[in-house]
Every structure is written in structure tokens, then in C-alpha cells.
């Protein structure tokens, strides 16, 4: 007999993506639907929370009907509801759980809470058929920077993290430095294309021997003290600059990060014997990044399998909600309308 279709609804708004998606058994991506606020955010070079949360307000309604009418689906049809309830700004999840709650409530529909991380590995292995444990897995976002010891959907565990700026934070922050448009990470990534990587010497801070933690706050002051001078009396040199000196600066950015990343993930994986490699978050859409860790990865011995998220989901989205909810489902781990957004996670 042929197993029935489980439909989730995956609603996401834990940063300054307002998302809602549904997907069938985990990997068939019904529909997906993102109002990014990135131009609301994008004159303060960072998310401001109160206008992320309130741009989520005027946003659910409107996507969560969209995601349904575009997967042609109607409330009887959905088996539950799943929302990432952390980590993220507390005043943006509220929106995203509460709506979820109530649907669950209105719909008598179960409710399944998704940690926003554990979703950003999902989108690594969404379309894989098995994924050879144990597998390294690399979380880099604008808010987290995380190494994962990952043997199964419901189960992976931290190793690592950032102890001051996320990488994208990083990306962010230094594009704000180079005076290049937000988000940070594509605008560096596009001026790097022309830069040397080599033109700079960044620090590439590694925290002792044994850590896999990261911190990325030291490479940010670094390129500041570049542009402004050490005592940082001198006026910011970039509008004198020209446009290969800055692209010279993204690209020895961008190796730097690059290579503390490639660096932390190969550390984890010998650490946990992996035979596969998970890349996740926003920044995982930097090319540099994914061939990098692409040429470790092949350069293994053994070799190991390298599971990158793809583009359109490297950057916040309810299909890898969604899609991790499947798992949840199966092994009956509900939440109940108590369910509270935590910044943390
Ligand atoms: O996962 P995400 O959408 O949001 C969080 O959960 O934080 O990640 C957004 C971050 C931003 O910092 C953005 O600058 C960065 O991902 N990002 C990139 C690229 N595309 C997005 N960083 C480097 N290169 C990129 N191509
Ligand atoms: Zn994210």
C-alpha cells in the first residue's frame, strides 16, 4: 500500500524574510514565497528590528494565502503547520508564531516548532537520497556562524560557533566599510571578481589549536584600520579609492573568511571522522566559499561528499521549515500552542 502525501506548511520569520512554503514529504516543493525586506533595511546597512517585525505583520497574511493558492492547496489538505521559533529577533519570530499557532488552532491542525539552523542544514540534503554519516556541517549566516556534527535530521550537534560576529555580519559590515550596497555579502562577492586575494594580508583568526569556534570581529576592525588608518584620525580613504583598490580589499576579505571557514569545517570533520561535508546559510551562495570547500572536500582521503544548499535556498526560506517539519512529523514531535519565539538557539 502506498504511503498518503504529507503536506506542511512552513511559515519563517525569524530575520527580514517574511516566507511561508509548502512541501510534500519533506522534498517536493509545492510552492515557496519570500517578501524579502531588504530594501526597508538597507539605508541602515543592517536589520533593524522593529521595522523587520512590522513589515512581517503587513507581510504574513499575504504570503502564507499566496503559498497556499500557488501550491493549490486548501486548509484540509495541509497535515500541519510548522514555524521556525528560533533562534532570531524575538520581535520578528512572534509574528511568524503566532500566526502559525493560530492557523493550527483555527485549522485543528498540529503545530511543529523548527529550530532556523537546523532548517538551514535541511536545505543541504533536501534533495539527497542518503546522506553518509557522520557529515561536518557548516551554518553560515548573517546572524550565526555554527559547525555541526549532523548523523540525522532531528539530531545534529553543535560543535561550534561564533563567539562575536557571524560571517555574514561580517560581510555586511565591511561592505558598509567599502561603501558598497546592502546586503553586504553579493555586493563584496561582485567587487572581489576583480580584485586579488593575495593584495592583502587579513588576519585569520583561529582560536587555538583545537577550536572550532570562529571569530570574525578582528578581520572587520582590520579592514576599517586599512581604510582609516590605525589610529583611525585618518578621514575614510575609500571615496579616493580606486576601483581595483577596493575590489583588491574584498578579495583579500573575502580569502580570509574563506579560508578560516574551509579551515574550521576541515578541523570538525577530522574531528568526527565525516564522510560528508553540509553547507547551509546565506553566505553558502559565495561562490568562493562552495568551491573552496568543494577542492577540500575532493582533496580528502578518503574524499568526502560535498552537500551544498542550492542558491535560491542558501538565504532564508520556509522550504527548508517545511521540509525539516516532515521529520518532526513522523516521529510525532508536536508543539502545543504554549510555543514561544527564543532569540536563541
Ligand atoms: O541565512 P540568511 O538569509 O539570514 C540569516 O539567517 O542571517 O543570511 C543572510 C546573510 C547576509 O549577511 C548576507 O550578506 C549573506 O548572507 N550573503 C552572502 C552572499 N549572499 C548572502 N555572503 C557572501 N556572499 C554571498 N554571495
Ligand atoms: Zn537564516
Redesign the pocket.
Known amino acids: 500500500m502506498q504511503e498518503e502525501t504529507i503536506n506542511i506548511l512552513g511559515v519563517e520569520t525569524?530575520?527580514?524574510?517574511t516566507a511561508a512554503a509548502v512541501v510534500a514529504d519533506g522534498r517536493i516543493v509545492k510552492s515557496a514565497v519570500v517578501a524579502s525586506q531588504a530594501k526597508l533595511h538597507e539605508k541602515y546597512g543592517g536589520v533593524v528590528p522593529e521595522i523587520a517585525s512590522r513589515a512581517h505583520i503587513e507581510k504574513i497574511y499575504p504570503v502564507i494565502k499566496e503559498a497556499m493558492v500557488q501550491a493549490k492547496v486548501a486548509e484540509d489538505d495541509v497535515d500541519a503547520i510548522a514555524v521556525a521559533n528560533q533562534p532570531?529577533l524575538t520581535i520578528a519570530l512572534v509574528v511568524g508564531v503566532t500566526a502559525a499557532k493560530t492557523l493550527s488552532f483555527a485549522w485543528g491542525k498540529p503545530l511543529i516548532a523548527i529550530n532556523?539552523l537546523h532548517a538551514?542544514l535541511q536545505s543541504a540534503i533536501m534533495s539527497e537520497d542518503d546522506v553518509e554519516p557522520p557529515a561536518a556541517a557548516l551554518i553560515?549566516?548573517?546572524?550565526?556562524t555554527s559547525l555541526y556534527d549532523y548523523r540525522s535530521p532531528l539530531e545534529p550537534r553543535l560543535l561550534g560557533s561564533t563567539i562575536d560576529d557571524?560571517?555574514?555580519?561580517a560581510?555586511?559590515k565591511v561592505?558598509t566599510i567599502l561603501k558598497l550596497p546592502y546586503?553586504?555579502?553579493?555586493s563584496?562577492?561582485k567587487a572581489a571578481a576583480d580584485g586579488d586575494p593575495a593584495a592583502i594580508e587579513f588576519p585569520r583568526s583561529m582560536l587555538g589549536r583545537e577550536s572550532l569556534d570562529f571569530s570574525f570581529s578582528g578581520i572587520k576592525t582590520a579592514v576599517l584600520y586599512h581604510c582609516r588608518g590605525q589610529d583611525m584620525k585618518g578621514e575614510n580613504k575609500v571615496d579616493s579609492m580606486s576601483r581595483q583598490q577596493i575590489a583588491d580589499i574584498a578579495a583579500s576579505f573575502?580569502a580570509a573568511v574563506v579560508d578560516v571557514l574551509v579551515k574550521k569545517t576541515q578541523r570538525a570533520a577530522n574531528k568526527i571522522g565525516a564522510k560528508t561535508v553540509l553547507l547551509g546559510?546565506?553566505?553558502a551562495?559565495?561562490?568562493t566559499?562552495r568551491s573552496a570547500l568543494k577542492q577540500m572536500c575532493d582533496s580528502g582521503t578518503p574524499p568526502k561528499k560535498l552537500l551544498v544548499a542550492p542558491k535560491q535556498y542558501?538565504?532564508?526560506n520556509a522550504v527548508m521549515v517545511a521540509s525539516l517539519a516532515y521529520y518532526k512529523y513522523k516521529a510525532g514531535l508536536f508543539a502545543d500552542l504554549t510555543l514561544e519565539p527564543k532569540a536563541t538557539g
Not at 525569524?14 to 524574510?17: A, I, N, T, V
Not at 553560515?140 to 550565526?144: F, L
Open positions: 525569524s530575520c527580514d524574510e532570531g532556523h538551514h553560515v549566516s548573517g546572524g550565526h557571524a560571517a555574514g555580519e560581510f555586511d561592505a546586503p553586504g555579502g553579493p563584496i562577492e573575502q546559510g546565506g553566505v551562495a559565495n561562490s566559499l542558501c538565504t532564508d
